[in-house]
């Protein structure tokens, strides 16, 4: 999602839309590093926590169950320091 749809659209889709549900900033602007570190990854937060997700069957034959649990600040560490560490936390 770019720049304009989260900071533009968005809003406006909340307001007809009052359940739609949006990753707020900082779990967007990972998944946005995490894609440009060329990682087609998910991050996101519900109430148990955050989590990093690899959708896809090209990673998991399990794409709904595959999420690991993982802080902001452990995640931007990973980025800063070396994102191809990344998918090795997944098990095979």
């Keep these: 999602?770019?720049?304009?749809a989260y900071h533009e659209?968005?809003?406006g889709l909340r307001e007809r839309l009052p359940h739609l549900r949006v990753s707020d900033?900082?779990?967007w602007r990972l998944t946005r590093r995490l894609h440009a570190a060329g990682?087609?990854?998910d991050y996101y937060r519900?109430?148990?926590g955050y989590w990093l997700c690899r959708?896809?069957?090209?990673?998991?034959?399990?794409?709904?169950?595959?999420?690991l649990k993982i802080e902001p600040d452990e995640l931007e560490?990973?980025?800063d320091?070396?994102?191809s560490e990344i998918p090795e936390l997944f098990p095979l």
């Design 55 to 67: 959708p896809g069957l090209e990673h998991t034959a399990y794409p709904d169950a595959d999420h």
């Design 1 to 4: 999602m770019s720049d304009h």
């Design 39 to 41: 990682l087609s990854f």
């Design 25 to 27: 900033e900082r779990e």
């Design 77 to 79: 560490e990973l980025l």
């Design 46 to 48: 519900d109430d148990e």
């Design 81 to 83: 320091r070396d994102p």
């Design 9 to 11: 659209v968005v809003p």
